[in-house]
């Protein structure tokens, strides 16, 4: 009785549409830049990174990456970083790029 449909009655679906390939974003930390304030963690929107248990030589925890999988590129995590010490970019060399290719 619970089952969804849309406007005229069909199913709906949320499967994401064929050919839109995602492409994977790619993280870099530098940890030894690191003051620990956690807002990388805190901002991130998918949930990609945690605070280490370790220490770096200045004694902070510093972000690690959880869940390599889901991060899309946004950097958020860099923008909010105050110290610079973390980064993410989007990986397009397991293709081309977003954009249709112009010329
Ligand atoms: S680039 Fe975006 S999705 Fe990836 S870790 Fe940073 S905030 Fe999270
Ligand atoms: S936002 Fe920057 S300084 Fe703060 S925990 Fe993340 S990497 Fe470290």
């Given amino acids: 009785m619970s ?5 005229s009655g069909e199913p709906t679906t949320t499967a994401s549409k064929p050919g839109k390939k995602k492409i994977p974003g790619v993280i870099s930390i530098d940890g030894e ?3 620990g304030c956690g807002y990388c963690v805190a901002f991130c929107p998918l949930g990609v990174l945690a605070m280490a248990v370790r220490f770096n030589s200045k004694g902070y925890h510093y972000p690690e990456v959880i869940d ?3 991060c899309s590129g946004c950097d958020l995590c860099g923008m909010y970083c105050p ?4 980064h993410g ?5 397991s293709g081309k790029s977003e954009e249709s290719e112009t010329e």
């Fill in 68 to 70: 390599a999988e889901k």
């Fill in 33 to 35: 830049r690191c003051k």
């Fill in 3 to 7: 089952e969804r449909s849309g406007p």
């Fill in 89 to 93: 970019s989007r990986d397009n060399r």
């Fill in 83 to 86: 110290d610079f010490a973390i």
